[in-house]
T-cell receptor, first 114, second 115 residues
Framework: EAQVTQNPRYLITVTGKKLTVTCSQN?????MSWYRQDPGLGLRQIYY???????DKGDVPEGYKVSRKEKRNFPLILESPSPNQTSLYFC?????????????FGQGTRLTVV | AQKVTQAQTEISVVEKEDVTLDCVYE???????LFWYKQPPSGELVFLIR??????QNEISGRYSWNFQKSTSSFNFTITASQVVDSAVYFC????????????FGKGTRLSVIA
C-alpha cells in the first residue's frame, strides 16, 4: 500500500530537548516536504527536498532542520524546541515538484512543547 | 504572490442539506493547479481533487461536485445531500507550475453536519 508514515503520532516534550520526527515513503517519490498546521493559519511549508541531499527552506524554516540521506526518508529535526513550535506537523511526498503531481500526506504528528 | 482564501471559517448544516464551500485564489501564473483536501477528525489529509487551470469543466464525483470559474478565480466545492461523515475541515490549495513553489493552502473551512 502506497503511504507516507510519520512517527511519532503524538509527542509531548520540554523546551530545549532535541527531538526528531521521522517520515518515510514507499512510493519512490523524489519530492518530500514538511508542513505545519496551526489554527487559523492553514498549512505552511517548513522545508522541502527535491531529491537525495537536496533540501531547501520553505516559508517557515526557523527552528527546524531536515536531512535527506536516502530517498525514502525525510526526518524533521528540532534542535531546541520552543513552545511556539507546538503544532500539528505533516510530511508529504510527491513524484516531483511539478504542479500536477499530487501530494500524499502522512497521518500527522501532534507536537506539544511545554 | 500566491494566495488562497476560504472565507467561511465554520459551516453547520443539517444532514441531507446541500452545502457549498467557497475558495478564491490569487496567482499571476497562467498555469497552475487547484486542489481540495479533506481533514476528518482523525487528522489525516485526504486528497479529493486536482484541477488544472486550462480545464474549466465542472466535475462531479458522487455527492461531490466542483465548480471552477477562472473569470472569478474561484474553485468552489459542493456536497449534495450532506451526511454526518462529511464533517471535517476542508482545505483548498493552489500550486503554480513555476519553480519550486509549494502548495499554498487556504485556512480551511470546518464543516459540521448535524444528524
Amino acid at each position: 500500500e502506497a503511504q507516507v508514515t510519520q512517527n511519532p503520532r503524538y509527542l509531548i516534550t520540554v523546551t530545549g530537548k532535541k527531538l526528531t520526527v521521522t517520515c518515510s515513503q514507499n512510493m519512490n517519490h523524489e519530492y518530500m516536504s514538511w508542513y505545519r498546521q496551526d489554527p487559523g493559519l492553514g498549512l505552511r511549508q517548513i522545508y522541502y527536498s527535491m531529491n537525495v541531499e537536496v533540501t531547501d527552506k520553505g516559508d517557515v524554516p526557523e527552528g527546524y532542520k531536515v536531512s535527506r540521506k536516502e530517498k525514502r526518508n525525510f526526518p524533521l529535526i528540532l534542535e531546541s524546541p520552543s513552545p511556539n513550535q507546538t503544532s500539528l506537523y505533516f510530511c508529504a511526498s510527491s513524484l516531483g515538484s511539478a504542479a500536477h503531481t499530487e501530494a500524499f500526506f502522512g497521518q500527522g504528528t501532534r507536537l506539544t512543547v511545554v | 504572490a500566491q494566495k488562497v482564501t476560504q472565507a467561511q471559517t465554520e459551516i453547520s448544516v443539517v444532514e441531507k442539506e446541500d452545502v457549498t464551500l467557497d475558495c478564491v485564489y490569487e496567482t499571476r501564473d497562467t498555469t497552475y493547479y487547484l486542489f481540495w483536501y479533506k481533514q476528518p477528525p482523525s487528522g489525516e489529509l485526504v486528497f479529493l481533487i486536482r484541477r488544472n487551470s486550462f480545464d474549466e469543466q465542472n466535475e462531479i464525483s458522487g455527492r461531490y461536485s466542483w465548480n471552477f470559474q477562472k473569470s472569478t478565480s474561484s474553485f468552489n466545492f459542493t456536497i449534495t445531500a450532506s451526511q454526518v461523515v462529511d464533517s471535517a475541515v476542508y482545505f483548498c490549495a493552489l500550486k503554480p507550475n513555476s519553480g519550486n513553489t509549494p502548495l499554498v493552502f487556504g485556512k480551511g473551512t470546518r464543516l459540521s453536519v448535524i444528524a
